[in-house]
């Protein structure tokens, strides 16, 4: 079962502990009205994790993942098991406008947030 999101905005960040790229849907007025982050923690004491969070609500942990493809402004998330969090969705499929900036963050981050995860596809 797959589960779709749509945004205009894509942003990528490095933290002292986790790289991000975050997806925002915004009103016209720059507000966010809905938001998607994909985060990779690094810890001293812990593996590298992958969270993701959608609007206040955060999943995720050592195995999130199975695999990860982009193609032109799709990022499709295959999971390991289906997330109760996405109505046991096991694909989560990301859109995003096809603008220089978000393209250029994707480009940026798709490798560092997702890791050996990312394994088909272009940007």
């Not at 990779?40 to 593996?47: I, K, L, N, S, Y």
């Not at 959608?54 to 993942?65: A, D, K, P, Y």
């Not at 560092?112 to 088909?120: C, E, N, P």
């Amino acid at each position: 079962m797959s589960h779709s999101r749509y945004y205009d905005t894509v942003a990528f960040d490095v933290r002292d502990n986790a790289t991000m790229l975050f997806f925002a849907k915004t009103s016209d007025e720059g507000d966010i009205k809905d938001y998607l982050l994909l985060m990779r923690a690094v810890e001293d004491d812990f593996d590298e994790s992958l969270y993701i969070e959608i609007n206040e609500t955060q999943f995720g942990g050592h195995n999130l993942l199975k695999e990860a493809r982009l193609l032109g402004n799709t990022l499709t998330l295959i999971l390991h098991k289906p997330a109760s969090e996405l109505d046991n969705a096991t694909e989560l499929v990301l859109t995003f406008d096809e603008t220089e900036n978000n393209l250029s963050s994707i480009e940026a981050g798709a490798f560092r947030v997702l890791g050996d995860a990312l394994t088909g596809g272009n940007a």
